[in-house]
């Protein structure tokens, strides 16, 4: 019996068993040799296998291509995409079949990710993730979906055309409204990473087919991203604004994944182009994209520095590791300043990746180097994100049309009604309903002024 206020002393053979645990669990972290492809691959293949204990769209009566709460919709689509590059990374095929059937089923009736389960809520950040996950498929060459079903490159194309039909001259002078929809909170919020996500899609469509329209509306949407302020002229990427103000009370955060969707479509703008001005932009983004490292170790440092990272933003590091490695392939120039910070931060992710039962749960602090004892499916992913882009030099460039691309494309696809009546949904529109991007914007204003206000760079 244990009285109270003495302490508990263990037996040897406690003693010796934990002692035993603590040995072997040295031995259950996620090893990582970051010059050996077999090694990334094998660190790889334990992390995306925890990773996806937590998706269930696969078993019978689950919806697939839906992660459980409280994990958002387009966190799937993003979880999807990093699918697709492990498998094109490594050649396991392990999750195919559940990606191309989580991205068909929520490909929605007109193949552009606007489902009849997301008609409340869909913003259009989370409709770009899902346009991203398709657009890598067309450039991967990942298994084309029957005949019968929507191809990848039209279901890029199909999102990239529902968005062009969105873009908003009523207030801002143009630009994407974080929300589709008048009843969400955050229509009035015109975000970077909406406009960000389109520039994206449209730069790659552009290399992917050769068509001028795409690269049009790149260069429309990152001089538009300039001019209202949202891109400073030394390369940092704020949140966004209200319209309610013209775009005037501007929120002066940064978040890794703002500046990694407009890296990379700007590398494929220079691709596309050659134009000096693209290789100058790149440049200067990457040098401005310093301030979310320490000693090259990827951190999201408006949030893990005082420890407000939500479920989100837990995920938005691996998205910059994602495209900084791909930025590498179709803007060579860039290798030599990307590849020393996808290595250190591998490194320390993979230290990390050393808690839960399988010693494969990763932490979200990278910096630590070791587990922080916390566990999220979103950092997970962004683990898996950085570890397995340090396969880039191991695998082919994506392919386009004209070299090795398979997928076949709509130009037109997308052309069903996109905006519901608010007087056909039969059902309330509750707060969490709402959450369908990842904060609501009060909720956003209240967290960011604070908890990471002291984050504005001037």
């Not at 990710?113 to 997301?118: L, R």
């Not at 420890?307 to 989100?312: A, F, I």
Request: proline share 5%; with cysteine; glycine share 8%.
């Amino acid at each position: 019996m244990l009285v109270i206020g003495q302490a508990s002393r263990p037996s040897w053979g406690g003693l010796l068993t934990m002692a035993l645990l603590g040995a072997s669990r040295t031995t259950w972290a996620v090893e990582l040799d970051i010059e050996s492809g077999d090694s990334l691959k094998k660190a790889a293949k334990a992390v995306a296998t925890n990773m996806m204990t937590y998706y269930t769209g696969m078993n019978p009566g689950d919806n697939p291509g839906n992660l459980p709460d409280p994990y958002y919709w387009w966190e799937a689509g993003a979880m999807f995409n990093s699918l697709i590059d492990y498998w094109y990374f490594t050649g396991d095929d392990t999750w195919n079949n559940i990606t191309t059937q989580g991205l068909l089923w929520q490909a929605g009736p007109n193949a552009a990710f606007m489902p009849n389960n997301q008609t409340k809520t869909e913003g259009n950040d989370d409709q770009a993730f899902w346009g991203f996950a398709a657009m890598s498929a067309a450039e991967r060459n990942f298994p084309n979906p029957p005949s019968s079903q929507p191809q990848w490159l039209e279901m890029a194309q199909a999102t990239f055309n529902t968005q062009a039909a969105r873009w908003d001259t009523s207030t801002c002078g143009g630009g994407l409204r974080w929300q589709i929809f008048t009843w969400n909170n955050g229509y009035t919020y015109k975000n970077t990473i909406s406009t960000g996500g389109f520039f994206n899609l449209a730069a790659r469509l552009a290399r992917y087919t050769g068509n001028n329209t795409y690269t049009e509306w790149a260069e429309k949407a990152w001089d538009w991203t300039y001019d209202v302020g949202f891109m400073t002229p030394e390369y940092h990427f704020w949140d966004g604004a209200s319209d309610l103000s013209n775009c005037t009370d501007m929120n002066k955060i940064e978040w890794t994944y703002n500046t990694g969707v407009f890296l990379l479509g700007a590398a494929n703008m220079w691709n596309v182009t050659e134009d000096p001005k693209w290789k100058d932009r790149i440049t200067k983004t990457l040098k401005a994209a310093d301030i979310f490292f320490e000693k090259d170790v990827l951190l999201e440092r408006a949030c893990e520095t005082v420890n407000t990272c939500m479920v989100d933003q837990r995920s938005f590091k691996g998205y910059l590791a994602r495209w900084m490695a791909a930025t590498t392939q179709v803007a060579p120039f860039t290798y030599d300043l990307i590849m020393p910070k996808l290595k250190a931060s591998a490194s320390a992710a993979a230290k990390s990746c050393s808690g839960g039962e399988a010693g494969t749960t990763c932490g979200l602090k990278w910096t630590d180097q070791k587990w922080d004892s916390t566990k999220d499916f979103g950092q997970q992913m962004a683990a898996l994100e950085v570890i397995q882009s340090n396969l880039i030099t191991r695998v082919d460039p994506p392919v386009t049309s004209d070299n090795g691309g398979t997928s076949k494309g709509n130009p037109s696809a997308g052309g069903m009604p996109q905006q519901p009546k608010p007087h056909a949904l039969s059902y309330a529109i509750t707060t969490a309903d709402r959450a369908g991007a990842g904060i609501l914007t009060l909720m956003m204003i209240v967290a960011i002024g604070g908890s990471v206000g002291w984050m504005a760079w001037d």
